[in-house]
């Protein structure tokens, strides 16, 4: 609207002379050109020479003033008028004529189409000297005026992004200073992988120690429900009892499976375990129906030196504890691994399985 008022100030009004006439008119289809037999000429208003007078059909003419307005207006729809804040009257045209101009916007109106063809033909006279210098200026200030708006609308954004271009400067910065040497990193990557994997792998491994080693194995023939395996140098009653006994049939009555291994070869001879404890393992495992295996090792090989405890593919314990002959009076100083990887306890069950052709038995 401000572009508005400022060219509506610049815009010169144009006027109609007849040839040579001394009459002047606002309006080309004016009532008082009608009879024009000559060349109608435009003027600007302000080259008009002081003899001219305004044509007497439009002198009373009723136009439209904005309050203090050096601009009057014939159409009270005008366009520029819908930025006046101030008190819009009426004025005869031959009062406002000298002092206000003539609204651009309805300058170059042109409202019959008969007289619109005529008013193509018209060729403007030649400009005085005073009519050119105003149309210099007013396009001077015209082109000064594009060339503001153009600055300002470039410029709009510019500090933002000064301000943009700052931050982005300052974290660059920070970048560079808190730059970590790339080994480094490598080296923290690769502790913390380690740590974990020491992690994933203490979950499935615990330790035992020398009289832990009993109760664990009492417990795990309880908790039993489908193998269990045992290896052993030897066996005798500190461990295979009458109160073993009795836990061993009534697994076997559970048609839990069992198989004990034992026979370390000491001196090219079988010993260390107790004949009668023997005994009646071997009558036992007789009348299993198969639940029940002892197994020696055959005397043609080394012997067993292997200490484990082996079940349902959940846990394996290996160590040093000879489970079926040591008991809870230990001397030594035992210890005991327990595993829980289920891949890997099933693979300790099979190696001993295998060995004696029982490959199908701890799943039949």
């Known amino acids: 609207m401000i572009l508005i008022c400022i060219l509506t100030f610049f815009i010169q009004s144009n006027v109609y002379v007849c040839g040579n006439s001394d009459v002047y008119h606002i309006d080309s289809q004016c009532e008082g050109l009608s009879n024009c037999k000559s060349k109608l000429s435009i003027f600007s208003l302000t080259s008009l020479s002081k003899n001219k007078r305004l044509c007497g059909y439009e002198k009373n003419e009723k136009v439209i003033v904005c309050g203090d307005s050096d601009v009057f207006h014939r159409d009270e729809n005008c366009q ?23 609204c651009g916007w309805e300058n170059t109106l042109i409202r019959n189409t008969s007289q619109q063809k005529k008013v193509s033909e018209i060729k403007p006279k030649d400009l005085t000297n005073d009519d050119k210098f105003s149309r210099v200026l007013i396009f001077f200030l015209g082109l000064m005026l594009v060339v503001l708006l153009i600055y300002l609308s470039l410029n709009f954004n510019k500090p933002s992004l000064n301000n943009k271009k700052d931050d982005l400067e300052d974290r660059l910065s920070n970048l560079e200073k808190n730059r970590v040497d790339e080994s480094k990193i490598n080296d923290f990557i690769n502790a913390k992988i380690k740590d974990l994997e020491k992690r994933k792998f203490t979950t499935k491994i615990q330790i035992i120690k020398n009289t832990e080693h009993l109760p664990y194995l009492i417990a795990k023939f309880l908790e039993a429900n489908n193998y269990i395996i045992i290896t052993s140098g030897w066996i005798t009653k500190s461990v295979v009892d009458d109160r073993f006994l009795d836990l061993l049939k009534e697994k076997i009555n559970q048609k839990v499976k069992i198989l004990f291994i034992y026979g370390y070869k000491f001196n ?31 005397s ?65």
């Open 80 to 102: 520029a008028l819908s930025n006046c804040r101030q008190e819009i009257k009426k004025a005869d045209l031959s009062s406002v004529i000298n002092s206000k101009k003539f």
């Open 268 to 298: 090219n001879k079988h010993d260390g375990s107790d004949d009668l404890t023997i005994k009646k393992l071997n009558e036992l495992s007789n009348s299993s129906n198969g639940y029940f295996f002892l197994k020696i090792i055959p």
């Open 300 to 364: 043609n090989h080394q012997g067993n030196h292997s200490k484990c405890l082996i079940f349902d593919n959940n846990e394996a314990a290996i160590g040093s504890y000879n489970w079926l002959s040591t008991g809870s009076k230990s001397y030594n100083i035992d210890k005991s691994v327990i595993v829980k990887d289920t891949i890997e306890v099933k693979k300790e069950a099979i190696h001993f399985l295998k060995y004696f052709g029982l490959e199908s038995w701890a799943n039949s």
